[in-house]
Every structure is written in C-alpha cells, then in structure tokens.
C-alpha cells in the first residue's frame, strides 16, 4: 500500500474545537463515513474527541 493510497479504516483525535469538527467533515467529503459513536474524555485542560471513520467502499 502506497502512501496515497487512503486506509479504509481511521481515528481523527483532538480538542473538541473547529479545526477537530473541520477534520471529521473533510473526512466526510472524501468518501469516509462515520464509524460508531465518537469518545470524549476529559484531559484536566479541556475536551479530547475520537471519532472513528471508515472509507467506503
């Protein structure tokens, strides 16, 4: 697999902040669809998010 080559399968992880929501929706446009329900924790700072994605097929 080349690095182009885009996994079928990621985690996008982050703050929960618009460059975090602006990642899932790129995502998103590229043909990746949303896999479960996202996590969130609390790191003592502020809210982390994981959201997983999987590509279409």
Same mark, same amino acid.
């Given at each position: 697999? !080349? +690095?182009?080559?885009?996994?079928? %399968? &990621?985690?996008?992880?982050? $703050?929960?902040?618009?460059?975090?929501?602006? @990642? #899932? !929706? +790129?995502?998103?446009?590229?043909? %990746? &669809?949303?896999?479960?329900? $996202?996590?969130?924790?609390?790191?003592?700072? @502020? #809210?982390?998010?994981?959201?997983?994605?999987?590509?279409?097929?």
């Amino acid at each position: 697999m !080349s +690095e182009e080559t885009p996994l079928r %399968y &990621r985690v996008l992880t982050g $703050p929960d902040d618009r460059a975090f929501c602006a @990642r #899932v !929706s +790129e995502a998103l446009e590229s043909g %990746y &669809r949303l896999h479960g329900s $996202p996590s969130v924790t609390y790191n003592g700072d @502020r #809210v982390i998010v994981a959201q997983a994605v999987v590509l279409e097929d």
